[in-house]
């Protein structure tokens, strides 16, 4: 995990976002939070998180187009990307 760098969370539900903050910043990692796709691409070429969580069912833009959006850039291109979601993946989606 990294120790310098932001952590970005993306989720719609606040009580994930604040979950998910609180735990993070229980061990001194700094968290940045978008509760949507638009929100999130902003703030990581902005502050270039050391890692994004993402959920995959969000109105709007979905996590599946944050994480296209996110390897299109290069310079956000080598983020690592967690994908947090109650959504079952096919095979398909699995190997993105």
């Excluded at 069912?57 to 291109?77: C, H, N, Q, S, Y």
């Excluded at 983020?79 to 095979?91: F, G, N, Q």
């Amino acid at each position: 995990m990294p120790q310098d760098k932001d952590f970005l969370i993306v989720d719609d539900s606040e009580d994930i976002l604040l979950h998910l903050r609180r735990i993070l910043e229980s061990k001194n990692y700094t968290v940045l939070s978008a509760d949507n796709g638009n929100d999130a691409l902003q703030l990581a070429e902005a502050e270039t998180p050391g890692l994004v969580v993402t959920d995959l069912r969000m109105p709007g833009m979905d996590g599946f187009t944050v994480i296209e959006a996110l390897k299109r850039d290069p310079d956000t291109a080598n983020i690592p990307v967690i994908v947090a979601s109650a959504k079952e993946l096919t095979s398909k989606e699995k190997n993105m």
